[in-house]
């Protein structure tokens, strides 16, 4: 597994332990569905891009994670499966890629 960026190793050292190991295995998971994407702050949250632009977000709030866009709610200590996760990262990637190929 690839380093995060030093602006997501900022977001996540600001955290909850259990949020970070939470929005950590999201991560993880993201990357291994689509390790072509790279990280960035954007909306003042970590976001995973292809070709700059951000096609998922993750953020820790006081009582539970969340995944962009569609807002998926989780608490820290049920995070979604890795499965379910790579599903989601594929599908919002093509979204992203279709996108960019009709505009």
Do not use: N
């Amino acid at each position: 597994m690839r380093a995060p960026p030093p602006e997501i190793e900022a977001y996540l050292d600001a955290i909850p332990p259990g949020h970070r190991a939470a929005l950590e295995r999201v991560r993880e998971s993201v990357l291994a569905a689509v390790p072509e994407a790279s990280e960035k702050i954007s909306l003042k949250m970590p976001a995973f891009a292809l070709e700059g632009r951000p096609f998922l977000w993750m953020g820790a709030f006081a009582k539970h994670c969340s995944l962009f866009p569609g807002t998926i709610r989780f608490p820290p200590d049920a995070p979604p499966t890795a499965a379910f996760v790579k599903k989601l990262a594929r599908e919002k990637a093509r979204a992203a890629a279709s996108r960019k190929r009709l505009g």
